[in-house]
């Protein structure tokens, strides 16, 4: 009996999220609207990791906890960032690689992607607004990256559950515009490397592409560990890096997609009711400090 296809995870491509499988099958896209409804199979395992143009399985097929945020066993982890540009493993890649800046509604990140995945990274982190810096080779992108962060206290990660709790009430498009174009105004001031060249700023509003209104979202719900046979549907309403708001009979659910990672899915009848573990989501005191 053949392996049957799992979950990877989720990716951007071409302004659309699309779940990605473990074995040789079409991504599923899914879109603004769409009423989904999958069933999980019998077990979570590892999926394994993608090298060189195809996935490599898990040689021990490892089960994976319910609530585990991800598709990687330990041991698998490590191979994965034993070649990764984020985790400053592989240093000698020949592409473009572009510096931007992230805003997140209450934090502004800086960060690098190859050139020609164009605005994918940028929404698979859930970015509201972005802009590029620069391109040109990787390790001067890396120095224009510690360079912000040193002299302008600039972080190069946010947390999930800050971008969640910013989506709740964003600053306006106009507002985030404002903050990374004063931001971008202070390359004059640094010591810039060779290797990088300035690009003319263009800021980009990704909200309308994720469905978040202007006025943010609020999710009474979310998602916890998946059970065996478990039903998640609902309608789709806002979609957000790998993040799902669904539009459900007991109300807008938010639904984590690492949550299905490593799990079978199989499509059942769209009337199908959720039957999938929740818990309330608190509703969090807003932060007021000031953005840097």
């Not at 002299?151 to 190069?156: L, N």
Request: with cysteine.
């Amino acid at each position: 009996m053949s392996e049957p296809s799992r979950v990877a995870g989720l990716v951007w491509n071409d302004g659309l999220p699309q779940l990605e499988w473990s074995a040789a099958t079409p991504r599923t896209p899914l879109r603004l609207g769409d009423e989904i409804a999958f069933a999980t199979g019998p077990d979570r395992q590892c999926i394994g990791i993608w090298r060189n143009g195809k996935r490599l399985g898990c040689p021990t097929r490892t089960p994976l906890a319910a609530t585990v945020h991800g598709p990687l066993c330990p041991e698998c982890q490590t191979m994965d960032r034993s070649y990764s540009i984020a985790a400053d493993t592989r240093l000698d890649d020949p592409r473009e690689f572009a510096v931007y800046l992230a805003h997140h509604g209450s934090r502004v990140k800086i960060g690098i992607t190859a050139a020609d995945r164009g605005q994918a990274r940028l929404l698979e982190q859930g970015a509201l607004s972005s802009a590029f810096l620069s391109s040109g080779t990787l390790a001067a992108a890396r120095r224009v990256e510690r360079l912000f962060t040193s002299a302008f206290g600039v972080t190069d990660r946010v947390a999930s559950p800050t971008k969640r709790t910013a989506r709740l009430s964003p600053p306006s498009a106009a507002e985030r515009a404002d903050d990374l174009q004063g931001l971008a105004k202070n390359v004059s001031t640094l010591d810039w490397p060779d290797g990088q060249t300035l690009r003319t700023l263009d800021v980009i509003d990704h909200t309308p592409t994720y469905g978040l209104p202007a006025g943010g979202i609020q999710p009474g719900h979310t998602l916890t560990a998946l059970a065996p046979y478990a039903v998640i549907s609902g309608r789709i309403t806002c979609q957000i890096a790998r993040d799902l708001y669904l539009d459900t009979p007991d109300g807008l659910v938010l639904a984590d997609t690492q949550l299905l990672s490593g799990w079978p899915l199989s499509p059942v009848d769209p009337d199908t009711a959720f039957t999938a573990a929740t818990e309330p989501i608190a509703a969090p005191v807003l932060p007021q400090d000031a953005l840097f």
